[in-house]
């Protein structure tokens, strides 16, 4: 049966990823997100995929914006059967020089904005005699790492947000409230950042890609379930944080920076915690290579090479 499903933070990373598995199975997309200009590059190749979709530009951050947007999916598919929200940002900083209203922003992207959508969906969903919602929280729910505070805050106040509206869910039936906690994963969002900390960040490996996490989300549309992680090393670093306290924050610090900060030099700035950058939007971030490309290049030169033995044989 073909679903209507609103994507929040569509333009980029896994929530473009997620956009388009959605269009290759034909369901009906109400796209939502900051740049309008960016939503309709999406949009357009959700129909090139042979899908009915519009784009709703907002900002889950202002009053309002998102029951206009529940309205729109509402006015326009007759129906909402699942809500998916991916959008948020990031800043880098110690917590004590990282500006107020940067780690405030964050929070409030991150953690109240998707408070504002479960209570929107979760409406919609009761009107409607059921619904899917799927936030997208992250191994940082689970453990903590160091320069990221607000972030990490947020996704612990998601877990928690999320754990509780699946206990109120068992009264409702029909109603589904699934989390998807990913590890390090190849999208913009490391550069996109806010920085305070002089170094730009990168996800740490093992990474996976936004494409990985897309599948995972889908299947929870598909059948729901309460948590996915995706990553190999998430149960690695949640025992570490729970059993091991004192090793894993004696590690914890020197990881990060080594492996979760690039060596390139940055100036202070917001990055798109307050307005986005759709010159830096896209499904991934260029952490990982190009499969596709790398197979075209080892097949082409293969293929000169045994061009150039058979001119070589009698």
Aim: glycine content about 10%; some cysteine; hydrophobic content about 45%.
């Amino acid at each position: 049966m073909t679903r209507t499903v609103v994507v929040t933070g569509a333009t980029s990373g896994i929530g473009r990823a997620t956009a388009l598995e959605l269009a290759g199975r034909g369901d009906r997309l109400v796209l939502a997100a900051r740049s309008p200009a960016t939503l309709d590059e999406v949009r357009d190749e959700c129909r090139a995929a042979g899908t009915a979709a519009i784009a709703v530009p907002m900002d889950v951050t202002e009053p309002g914006a998102v029951a206009a947007l529940a309205d729109a999916a509402r006015a326009e598919f007759g129906r909402v059967d699942a809500w998916v929200h991916t959008a948020a940002v990031m800043a880098y900083g110690r917590f004590d020089e990282t500006p107020a209203e940067v780690f405030e922003q964050v929070v409030r992207t991150d953690l109240l904005a998707a408070a504002a959508v479960a209570r929107e969906a979760l409406r919609r969903f009761r009107a409607d005699g059921g619904g899917t919602l799927v936030l997208t929280g992250s191994v940082l729910g689970h453990i903590t790492a160091p320069y990221m505070s607000g972030y990490v805050t947020a996704k612990w106040g998601l877990q928690g947000l999320a754990r509780t509206l699946q206990q109120e869910a068992r009264e409702t039936p029909g109603v589904a409230i699934c989390l998807v906690n990913p590890g390090s994963v190849d999208t913009p969002v490391y550069r996109q950042a806010a920085n305070y900390l002089g170094r730009v960040g990168r996800p740490p490996p093992p990474i996976a890609s936004p494409e990985r996490v897309a599948r995972a989300i889908v299947g929870c549309l598909d059948r729901p379930r309460r948590e996915v992680s995706v990553g190999r090393l998430n149960v690695v670093m949640r025992f570490g944080f729970t059993v091991l306290p004192g090793v894993y924050d004696t590690l914890v610090g020197p990881l990060m920076r080594r492996a979760g900060l690039t060596r390139t030099p940055v100036a202070a700035h917001q990055g798109i915690v307050f307005t986005p950058n759709p010159a830096g939007e896209a499904v991934r971030g260029g952490w990982l290579p190009d499969v596709s490309q790398v197979v075209r290049t080892v097949g082409g030169r293969a293929a000169t090479v045994a061009s150039a033995m058979r001119r070589r044989l009698p």
